[in-house]
C-alpha cells in the first residue's frame, strides 16, 4: 500500500512541477516547434502537426513563450490531440485534429476553451519539395473575428533527415537547427529573439527517452529535463548511419545497401544457391530466425528488410508502399549484389512481390513459397461478386476502417504500433490498402517457376484470398498448395519443422 501511494504521489509531483519538462524540445531550437521532431505538444503551435503523429504519445512541458501556454499536459493518438495548460488566464483546455489531405499536405483544426469561452485554429503543413517544408497556422484569442497570432515555419532538411535547419516568425524572429545523431538521440541549438538555447535528446529505451534543454533567457537562465513516453516507437525513417536497433542477426552479417536513395538492411549468411526471404507487412529479418541455421546449411540466404520495416528507411512521403515499388526495390538490390538466379520465400506482403517478382523477372526468380500472398485483392473484384467469397459486410466494414486510417492514420493501427515498433505505420496502411486492391494477373500471365502456397484455415485472411485461391489454382501450372486445418496467418509458425522440411524438400 505505501508503494503505491509512493507511486501515485510521484506521479502528482511529476504532473504538477514546473521544473520537470517532458517535451522541451521545441526550446531547446530557440522555442520552434520542429517538424522534424515530431513533438505532439506542437498542436498549441500548429493542428496540423498531428497528422504527422503515431501512435500512442505523452508529453508535458512547461514552456513560456508568447504562442504556448506554460505547464502543458498533452496526450495523442494517432492523429488526434487533447492537450491541457494552465497560464496566467487559467486553465486551458485544447482538443484538436490533423488530417492527411495528400500525401505531401496535412491540415489541422483545432479548439480550446478557457473560463467558458471557446476558440478556434486552423493550421497547414506541407511538403513544398522534397527537403522544403511550409508551416503556417491561424492561432485565434479572446473570440476575436481576426487571428491574433500568425506564426510561420520554413524548414530545411538534408537528403539523409538527418539535419534540419528551422525559421520561425510570429512577431519575433527564431531560428533552431537540430541534428538527429542516432535512431532517437538528437542535439539542437536555437536562438529565441533575444537569446540563445539548446538541447539534447539520449534515449534510455525503446519507448523512453530523455529530453533536457537549456534556455539563457537575460537574467532568467534554467536547465530543464524530462522524460518522453512513447514519442518515438519506431525506429529513426533516414537509417543513414546504418544503425542496428533491434538485435543483430543470429545467423550471418548484418549489411546495408542504397537502393534510389534508400538505405536497405539485409542479413547475409550462409553459401551456395541464393534464397531471398521478404517478410510481411509487419515482419523484419528477425521473423525468419527459427529456420535461418537449417537453410544455411543449403543455400546463401538473403534475408531483406523492405522498406517501412525493422533497419530499412522509414520514409513517410514520396514512397506509396505499393507492391511494384517494393517488388522493383528487390530486385534492383538483387542486381547490386550480382544475384542473377535465386528462390524466393515470402510471406503475405513479401508473398505478394514475390509472385510479381517471378512473373516479371522469370530468368532470376527460378522457385517460390508463399505464405498467404496475395494475387488479387478482394476489393480488385466487383462488389456483386464478393458474396461468393462470405465477405459482404465484412468487406465493406474495412473499407471504412482503411477510410478512417486515412483521415486518423493511426488511431485505427496504433496497438500495432506498439506491439511492432519496428514498422511504419504510415507504410501499414498503405500496404492493407494495396494487398486488398491488388490485382497482378497481368503481371504473372507467364509465370513459369514452381510455386509451393500455404494457406490457414483459421486465418484472418482466409475469405480476402478466395479471390487469390481461385486465380492460382486454375493459372499456375506448376502449384503445391496446402492448406493447414487449424492454423493462423503466420501459417510458418503452425508446425515450424514440418513447415521447414516441405520448404527444402520443394526447393530440393
Known amino acids: 500500500m505505501k508503494i503505491r501511494s509512493l507511486v501515485l504521489l510521484s506521479i502528482v509531483l511529476l504532473l504538477t512541477n514546473a521544473a520537470i519538462a517532458l517535451s522541451i524540445r521545441s526550446l531547446g531550437m530557440g522555442n520552434i ?3 522534424a521532431a515530431h513533438d505532439p505538444s506542437g498542436i498549441f503551435y500548429n493542428p496540423a502537426f498531428l497528422a504527422r503523429n503515431d501512435s500512442l504519445r505523452l508529453s508535458f512541458d512547461n514552456i513560456l513563450g508568447p504562442i504556448a501556454p506554460r505547464n502543458n499536459a498533452t496526450v495523442s493518438l494517432g492523429d488526434l490531440g487533447l492537450a491541457g495548460s494552465l497560464n496566467d488566464q487559467g486553465t486551458v483546455y485544447y482538443l484538436a485534429s490533423g488530417f492527411n489531405t495528400y500525401s505531401f ?7 480550446k476553451a478557457i473560463n ?44 539523409d533527415g538527418d539535419k534540419s535547419l528551422i525559421f520561425s516568425y510570429d512577431g519575433n524572429p527564431r531560428v533552431g537547427y537540430e ?23 539520449i534515449p534510455l529505451g525503446q519507448n523512453i527517452d530523455i529530453d533536457t534543454a537549456l534556455d539563457l533567457a537575460p537574467g532568467a537562465a534554467r536547465l530543464l529535463w524530462g522524460i518522453e513516453l512513447f514519442r518515438n516507437t519506431e525506429n529513426k525513417r533516414v537509417n543513414s548511419n546504418h544503425s542496428i536497433n533491434f538485435g543483430a542477426a543470429i545467423v550471418g552479417e548484418d549489411k546495408f545497401i542504397t537502393i534510389e536513395g534508400y538505405n536497405l538492411h539485409y542479413v547475409d549468411a550462409g553459401k551456395g544457391f541464393p534464397l531471398i526471404l521478404l517478410g510481411g507487412g509487419i515482419h523484419f529479418t528477425h521473423h525468419w530466425d527459427p529456420y535461418m541455421e537449417e537453410f544455411t546449411k543449403h543455400y546463401r540466404v538473403i534475408n531483406i528488410d523492405h522498406l517501412g520495416a525493422g533497419e530499412s528507411d522509414k520514409p513517410q512521403y514520396f514512397f506509396g508502399y505499393t507492391i511494384e515499388e517494393q517488388a522493383e526495390l528487390i530486385n534492383a538490390l538483387l542486381d547490386k549484389l550480382g544475384i542473377k538466379e535465386c528462390y524466393l520465400l515470402g510471406y503475405c506482403y513479401g508473398g505478394s512481390m514475390a509472385f510479381y517478382l517471378a512473373g516479371q523477372y522469370p530468368e532470376r526468380y527460378k522457385k517460390l513459397v508463399v505464405i498467404e500472398g496475395f494475387v488479387r485483392g478482394i476489393n480488385a473484384i466487383p462488389i456483386s461478386d464478393r458474396d461468393q467469397y462470405r465477405l459482404g459486410a465484412l468487406a465493406m466494414r474495412h473499407d471504412v476502417e482503411y477510410l478512417n486510417a486515412y483521415l486518423l492514420r493511426d488511431v485505427v493501427t496504433f496497438h500495432y504500433r506498439l506491439l511492432y515498433p519496428y514498422f511504419n505505420g504510415k507504410m501499414w496502411y498503405q500496404l492493407n490498402k494495396a494487398v486488398l486492391y491488388a490485382d497482378l494477373r497481368d503481371k504473372i500471365r507467364d509465370l513459369k517457376a514452381p510455386v509451393l502456397y500455404y494457406a490457414g484455415t483459421k486465418s484472418w485472411a482466409y475469405d480476402f484470398l478466395g479471390p487469390t485461391k481461385d486465380y492460382i489454382k486454375h ?6 498448395f496446402i492448406e493447414i486445418e487449424g492454423a493462423g496467418h503466420d501459417v510458418d509458425r503452425f508446425d515450424q519443422r514440418s513447415f521447414e522440411t516441405q520448404v527444402l524438400d520443394f526447393l530440393r
Open 33 to 35: 516547434y520542429s517538424p
Open 105 to 111: 499536405l496535412r491540415l489541422g483544426v483545432g479548439v
Open 116 to 159: 467558458g469561452r471557446k476558440d478556434f485554429d486552423f493550421g497547414l503543413d506541407w511538403d513544398v519539395i522534397k527537403n522544403v517544408g511550409l508551416s503556417a497556422a491561424v492561432l485565434n484569442e479572446d473570440n476575436a473575428f481576426l487571428p491574433q497570432k500568425l506564426p510561420i515555419t520554413l524548414s530545411f532538411k538534408t537528403d
Open 179 to 201: 541534428n538527429q545523431i542516432s535512431a532517437k538521440a538528437f542535439w539542437r541549438v536555437g536562438y529565441n529573439a533575444d537569446h540563445p538555447t539548446a538541447g539534447l535528446t
Open 475 to 480: 493459372n499456375v501450372k506448376d502449384l503445391k
